[in-house]
């Protein structure tokens, strides 16, 4: 009834989620039984998805531990009821989604580095007198789901977040209130990639008025991945290596506007996904 899973990853990467994740082939496997069979007799009411490409995301971030899967699949589809604001209606093509994916609000990158999905978050390129923050958010998603769906490699290594902070203002910091700034952490705790680096860049001297605001959310594991790099962007170099970074960011990888064309262009054409998807979610 449900796609298997097939693992067509490298014989190093199945070495990492042994070690790592606790993952073999008989593990996963009795694990995504057990999993469906308690979506399905216990908790039907989630509406989650049942196939093995979308539910083996969630074991891996909890690596195997069946408890800590359900309560963060809990949470995930409770989470895609109660945000309509970021989960319904996601057509690529409504002109504020459009206009937030040119704008670059975040972009991942095409090539991973060491395993991890490598993500830029351009805080500042909306106006924030135009663009409601919560469809920054919204298009952010948009994305990452898309970017993780396609990027296996960032549901075992996880993901680097790039924050580049040039150009935030009052009225930038005024729309991440702290409710706003809660929920947008209890997304990233609960969502089927983890972050494994949050790097701040171009980060003004008041960032740590922000980030202490920020970090209150974050469990003592990811307050510990936070890192800031103020002055020179140099710094971020010896985190990613230059050769897959924009540009833009002192590297020679494909430019920001490549990109933006790339990302808007993959939206698009997952347009009928993204209608598909709204169906799976809480009572």
């Not at 994740?21 to 009795?30: I, S």
């Not at 298009?139 to 970017?147: N, P, V």
């Not at 103020?230 to 020679?252: N, T």
Request: hydrophobic share 40%; glycine share 4%; net charge neutral.
């Amino acid at each position: 009834m449900f796609d298997k899973y097939v693992f067509t990853l490298s014989d190093i990467d199945k070495e990492y989620i042994a070690k790592h994740l606790n993952e073999t082939d008989e593990v996963r496997q009795a694990a995504l039984e057990e999993t469906k069979k308690w979506l399905t007799d216990v908790r039907p009411d989630l509406h989650a998805r049942l196939n093995d490409k979308h539910l083996l995301p969630f074991l891996r971030v909890c690596k195997f531990n069946l408890e800590r899967t359900k309560e963060k699949l809990t949470n995930y589809y409770t989470m895609r009821r109660d945000r309509t604001e970021w989960f319904q209606n996601r057509d690529p093509l409504l002109p504020e989604i459009q206009e937030l994916v040119k704008l670059g609000v975040l972009i991942p990158l095409k090539e991973t580095f060491e395993g991890k999905l490598v993500v830029i978050i351009r805080t500042a390129a909306h106006d924030p007198w135009k663009h409601k923050q919560n469809d920054v958010f919204k298009t952010g998603k948009m994305l990452l789901d898309i970017a993780a769906l396609e990027e296996e490699k960032a549901q075992i290594y996880g993901v680097t977040a790039i924050f580049d902070m040039a150009g935030v203002g009052l009225a930038h910091a005024r729309q991440l209130t702290p409710s706003m700034i809660k929920q947008a952490v209890f997304a990233w705790q609960n969502y089927h990639c983890r972050p494994k680096q949050l790097e701040f860049v171009n980060a003004p001297l008041y960032i740590n008025i922000v980030l202490k605001v920020f970090k209150s959310f974050l469990s003592a594991k990811l307050r510990e991945r936070v890192r800031v790099h103020f002055g020179s962007i140099e710094s971020l170099h010896q985190v990613v290596d230059q050769k897959i970074l924009p540009p833009e960011y002192g590297g020679q990888g494909e430019s920001m506007e490549s990109l933006v064309v790339y990302w808007n262009e993959k939206l698009v054409d997952y347009k009928q996904w993204f209608a598909n998807d709204e169906q799976y979610k809480a009572d």
